[in-house]
């Protein structure tokens, strides 16, 4: 028997029944790394951010007994934790995320309004950091995600000064190209760490010039971190005032692996760097974006930890999706529905891991 399952971007699948079956019943592995709310009243909200499974191991190494009798309705990690604790325990694979909604708002977060989700995923995990009050949760959740650099600014008479900054998630420029011409993620990262000339209006002033000068600017890695987060910043501000904000729907490809190596990386790395990490990373979730810089909603795809097969999860439904799925979201002319990947997350490859062959799905994570 054929069923219709709702799936990517909208568009309609044919699905046997058994093959429904199999989706949800992986809905509740799938949830350990993502927020997918179900309940209809949320479903707007909800595609606006997806979480990493670190993340929940983190915050669930807490006393989540003594949470339990110490409830407040502001706090941030025991509203989520809760939240996941819903999801790993619900026999049906839906909860409702109401209660979470609403310790944003009272947190002064716009639960009902279309949110960016680069924007909101910085929002809730800086919350996450100042209600925490564990220190060594907090340490855990700067390893897993903190990318630390080396911000540099290099005037004309050669003079250097240096300090260092941190990401929670990288902002990567996306270029306009033509229609075939190529840009690819690793583009874009050399485009985020190449020197840059600084804007007239803040250029360096030092001792050795004594006025203001031209100078470049760029960055070098530090350190990183065990799940890198990258955001293609496909959204422009307006060039003049009273103009609206437009979305890039240019060609960005993006790899299966990706090493950072291939990166300017600072002297000072060796003292944080470990000779046995690998700084080689494995994609293994995308969030794409659907719809124009006005509106829009998300969808997201994740690859399994339990069998290392892709999967698509919108407000309703879980459904295999493969990397030729994946690659339709790179953009370009031929971009349908005009969904575009916007946020990718990376996973840190264990030195005893085995890398795949690209567009492998038996092996992976």
């Known amino acids: ?152 600014v290099k005037c004309q008479c050669d003079e250097v000064t240096v300090r260092d900054n941190k990401f929670w998630s990288l902002p990567v420029p996306v270029k306009e190209t033509q229609d075939g011409e190529d840009f690819t993620l690793e583009d874009g990262l050399e485009m985020f760490f190449s020197s840059q000339p600084v804007r007239r209006n803040n250029r360096c002033s030092n001792h050795v010039c004594k006025m203001k000068s031209p100078a470049l600017q760029g960055f070098k890695l530090i350190s990183v971190p065990e799940i890198l987060n990258l955001h293609l910043n496909r959204f422009r501000a307006p060039s003049n005032r009273g103009g609206f904000m437009r979305k890039i729907y240019s060609l960005v490809t993006f790899p299966e692996t990706l090493n950072l190596n291939q990166f300017p990386i600072s002297e000072r790395s060796q003292k944080y760097r470990n000779p046995q990490e690998s700084w080689q990373y494995q994609l293994y979730a995308v969030l794409v974006h659907i719809g124009s810089a006005s509106f829009g909603h998300y969808i997201v795809c994740v690859k399994s930890f339990k069998d290392s097969m892709w999967y698509g999860l919108n407000d309703s439904n879980v459904f295999r999706v493969n990397w030729a799925d994946i690659t339709q979201t790179f953009g370009g002319p031929h971009s349908k529905s005009r969904e575009t990947a916007y946020m990718l997350l990376y996973r840190r490859v264990k030195t005893e891991d085995t890398i795949p062959p690209s567009g492998a799905q038996a092996d992976g994570l």
């Open 1 to 152: 028997m054929k069923v219709k399952v709702k799936g990517w971007v909208g568009r309609e699948r044919e699905r046997d029944s058994n093959h429904s079956l199999k989706c949800i019943e992986l809905h509740s592995e799938l949830q350990r790394r993502q927020f997918s709310f179900l309940d209809d009243a949320t479903a707007n909200y909800a595609g606006s951010y997806r979480t990493d499974v670190n993340l929940l191991d983190c915050l669930c190494r807490q006393r989540w007994d003594q949470m339990q009798n110490e409830f407040d309705g502001r706090n941030i990690p025991y509203c989520l934790c809760r939240l996941f604790d819903q999801m790993r325990t619900s026999k049906t694979g839906k909860v409702s995320a109401e209660s979470f909604l609403h310790c944003l708002r009272l947190n002064h977060v716009k639960a009902y309004a279309q949110n960016d989700a680069a924007e909101l995923f910085l929002t809730i995990f800086n919350l996450l950091l100042d209600q925490l009050q564990t220190p060594h949760i907090v340490e855990e959740m700067k390893r897993l995600f903190e990318i630390k650099v080396e911000q540099f």
